[in-house]
């Protein structure tokens, strides 16, 4: 079945960076665009990133573009969020994203939180 792992997240100062960790298993990880989204309490989940299989521009939340770069390593199975100059409002939790044969999977979440 479908599994997503994420990893990385953690506390960081303003300005810090994280990088996180999304590893995929359960389908043909080559095929399928991946995503990030994140999401604080009372609020909806919102995306943040994504990339697309076929090796098109990824997609970015406006508040993160120049800041955030999402890349794919396909023997691994593997994508990542590299997050530079992180701001108090990048706290958050978040989750990766695959949409395969038209169902959505997400991973359990990983905590990243942006305090001096």
């Known amino acids: 079945q479908v599994q997503l792992a994420e990893s990385g997240g953690g506390l960081v100062q303003p300005g810090g960076s994280l990088r996180l960790t999304c590893e995929a298993s359960g389908f043909t990880f080559s095929s399928y665009a991946m995503g990030w989204f994140r999401q604080v309490p009372g609020k909806e989940r919102e995306l943040v990133a994504r990339i697309f299989f076929n090796g098109g521009s990824p997609n970015y939340a406006d508040s993160v573009k120049g800041r955030f770069t999402i890349s794919r390593?396909?023997?691994?199975?593997?994508?990542?969020?590299?997050?530079?100059?992180?701001?108090?409002?990048?706290?958050?939790?978040?989750?990766?994203?695959a949409h395969v044969l038209q169902r959505d999977f997400w991973g359990q979440g990983t905590q990243v939180t942006v305090s001096s």
């Open 73 to 97: 390593h396909r023997t691994k199975n593997t994508v990542y969020l590299q997050m530079n100059n992180l701001k108090p409002e990048d706290t958050a939790l978040y989750y990766c994203h």
